[in-house]
């Protein structure tokens, strides 16, 4: 299964390899991603492959609440199909 991660808040170093290593740690791949910064904001949008992972849903979307608020940054996680129907025209 894939799922799309996004991450938002305030730019500062290190946000890319947070994020990345905590879903490395959970045995989730990062397929592809797109970040910019404007004015001193960073966003992120990652695809990812769950395939491997062997935790909940519930529980990869807690983690990733979890570290977005250690970090100041708003991270979420939603299932492909869901964004893809959020963002038929």
């Not at 959970?26 to 910019?36: A, C, E, G, K, R």
């Not at 849903?57 to 492909?80: P, R, V």
């Amino acid at each position: 299964m894939r799922a799309i991660v996004s991450v938002v808040g305030k730019d500062r170093m290190g946000i890319i390899a947070q994020v990345s290593g905590l879903l490395f740690s959970i045995d989730i791949n990062v397929m592809d991603l797109s970040q910019s910064v404007m004015n001193d904001y960073f966003h992120m949008i990652m695809l990812v492959d769950l395939s491997k992972c062997a935790r909940k849903f519930e529980d990869i979307s807690a983690a990733l609440d979890t570290l977005g608020t250690e970090i100041g940054m708003s991270i979420k996680i939603q299932h492909e199909d869901i964004f893809n129907a959020m963002h038929k025209i």
